[in-house]
């Protein structure tokens, strides 16, 4: 996959991070780095070999449907970056 | 020109579980905000998720009841987008391998034909915060995460609605299935179903699919089908006209009636999803499956058949018994050993209907229980009181929340059902009214009927009306002319 300023700035953007043309650069030297060790692995024949999605080996870990005590409302406030009646507040999204 | 529509739908149903899909953070509505939370559900670094068994078994039943097939194995994917409502920055769904996969729902089309409409999966995930915009357009949001975490199931359809009808009847029936099957109270207003449409249009006959549309924002079934009948007319006038569609994202306006694009920065979506590495697979074999199925309560449609069949109803009989799995049971419970369920089955849909819209009412809330309703045709059986009385008496059973028997005593509507007395008032009747007496005897038999209803009349409306009328004929006809007393 080729990285260019493109993809830099479509993946910031999904992020919602505003990157400075300096700091694009380097994300892309840091991109391309990542890839290329991952052009390797795709050297690999992988035609038999089942996707993995889990290594445990193990399934089915549940809980029971029991409530048990949520956080003092405070933790949350003191959480929030910024706090009004009783809600977290963010710059407007729509 | 010929243009079909092409539908699909998105239906997420949140599952009554009493706590959140990954921690034990309790679903109760109307919360104050932001109490239901707790290190996994707000993301906080470190936390773990671990799956509520509950989940499971409810969409599992939902899967069942929509006639998929349960899959074996499932995993939760991380669904990677950024939004202030999901604070991991993920959302946990499925995507590679759904709970369920390819079901389908039997409904009626307009013309009383059966369609089945194609489910293409219904998978669990997790629901998002909500958030609140300031009335003032400049300023900021805010948001309440109790329920970020909620349990969702996900229902997809194949595009196989052809009218806007049909999504909504087709909805009902997904309602009505949900809800018989306890999995989901399924009340829009509490934003428990949330529905969002696509919608193509394409030359009649041809296989490959138009530009579609998707509209969200949709709070009621009614809104549905107004959206979808704005959209075709619009989308066809556009087509028609020769313009090019583009795949857009739209909004329904309700006070305008109209779907509107959607403006948003949002636009931008690639989910990145993968499994989920703090969250293992779920496998379920057969004999787990089959015992998750034979605690499913009986289905609508199996519900209508039977009961049609068990009590001799009609098909509208059935239709409005059936409208909701509580009238049903409702109905149920009140014919039970009852011999005549037929009238019953009339006194729902007309009486007990009203009173509930009357008194805004929930049938569960209802003052006339079912055991109540059924002594109710008991006493009327037995004579004590008419049919034409048994409203009044159910009106005030309903009213004062008494049984039968205690309003008729307190009210004295007992019938009369005592020959004596109604004789008496039968024979004042026939002097008062020797004109019209004579008229009856001379052959004009609806004078008969103007007779009863003097008599009814004077015994405000409390004689057994089957007395009244033997007694009537007897004096008319054992008695020609005037009678002295
Ligand atoms: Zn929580």
């Known amino acids: 996959m080729k990285i260019d300023g493109k993809t830099i700035q479509w993946v910031a953007e999904l992020s919602q991070l505003y990157l400075s043309a300096g700091e694009e650069a380097e994300m892309k030297r840091h991109l391309v780095a990542i890839l290329d060790y991952m052009a390797i692995l795709n050297e690999l024949d992988l035609e038999d070999v089942e996707p993995t999605s889990h290594t445990l080996g193990y399934s089915n870990v549940m809980r029971d449907d029991i409530a048990k005590e949520s956080f003092d409302v405070g933790i949350v406030e003191d959480l929030a970056p910024r706090w009004e009646k009783g809600h977290i507040v963010v710059p407007r999204v729509v | ?485």
């Not at chain 2, 529509?5 to 509505?29: D, M, R, Y």
Request: net charge negative; with cysteine.
């Open chain 2, 1 to 485: 020109m010929n243009l079909e529509a092409v539908i699909g739908l998105e239906i997420h149903v949140q599952l009554n579980t009493k706590t959140k899909t990954f921690c034990s953070c309790s679903t109760g509505f109307g919360a104050v905000p932001n109490t239901h939370t707790c290190p996994v559900c707000l993301g906080l670094p470190g936390a773990l998720p671990v799956f509520n068994r509950d989940v499971l078994k409810k969409g599992v039943m939902a899967g069942l009841a929509l006639n998929c097939t349960i899959c074996s194995y499932s995993v939760f994917a991380r669904k990677n987008y950024f939004y202030p409502d999901l604070p991991k920055a993920y959302q946990i769904s499925q995507f590679e391998h759904p709970l369920n996969r390819a079901g389908f729902v039997r409904i009626k089309d307009e013309r009383g034909k059966e369609r089945s409409i194609g489910i293409t999966r219904a998978h669990l995930e997790e629901d998002a915060g909500k958030l609140v915009h300031d009335d003032d357009p400049k300023g900021p949001s805010f948001i309440d995460l109790n329920r970020c975490g909620m349990p969702l199931l996900e229902i997809v359809t194949e595009p196989d609605l052809r009218t806007p009808d049909e999504a909504y009847r087709f909805l009902v029936a997904v309602k009505e299935i949900l809800q018989y099957t306890e999995v989901s109270e399924c009340s829009m207003e509490k934003g428990e179903l949330r529905v969002d449409v696509n919608v193509s249009l394409r030359e009649t006959g041809e296989d490959a699919f138009g530009v579609k549309q998707e509209v969200k924002n949709l709070n009621s079934f009614a809104n549905v089908k107004r959206a979808l009948e704005y959209e075709i007319k619009r989308q066809s006038r556009l087509i028609r006209s020769g313009e090019r569609l583009t795949q857009q994202t739209r909004l329904f306006d309700v006070s305008k009636n109209a779907t509107v694009q959607m403006r948003t920065k949002e636009s931008a979506h690639d989910y990145r999803y993968f499994p989920d590495p703090d969250l293992v697979p779920i496998e379920l074999s057969p004999q787990e499956i089959d015992g998750i199925r034979e605690t499913l309560p009986e289905l609508p449609e199996e519900r209508r058949d039977r009961i049609k069949a068990q009590y001799g109803l009609t098909d509208y009989d059935v239709e409005v018994l059936c409208s909701s799995h509580k009238i049903a049971r409702y109905f149920e419970d009140s014919a039970r050993g009852y011999k005549r369920p037929k009238k019953i089955a009339n006194w729902i849909h007309t009486e007990v209907m009203r009173a509930l819209n009357e008194t805004g009412k929930d049938i569960e809330s209802f003052a006339v229980t079912p055991e109540r309703l059924r002594e109710l045709f008991e006493i009327m059986d037995g004579g004590v009181i008419s049919g034409k009385l048994a409203k009044a008496v159910f009106d005030e059973m309903a009213a004062s929340g008494e049984t039968a028997a205690e309003v008729v005593e307190r009210k004295g509507m007992r019938q009369l059902s005592d020959r004596e007395e109604i004789v008496d008032v039968v024979e004042a009747v026939i002097r008062d009214h020797a004109a019209v007496t004579d008229e009856y005897r001379s052959g004009k038999k609806k004078a008969f009927g103007f007779l009863v209803g003097q008599v009814m009349k004077r015994t405000g409306g409390k004689a057994n009306p089957k007395i009244v009328n033997e007694l009537l004929k007897e004096k008319l006809s054992n008695q020609p002319g005037v009678e002295d007393h």
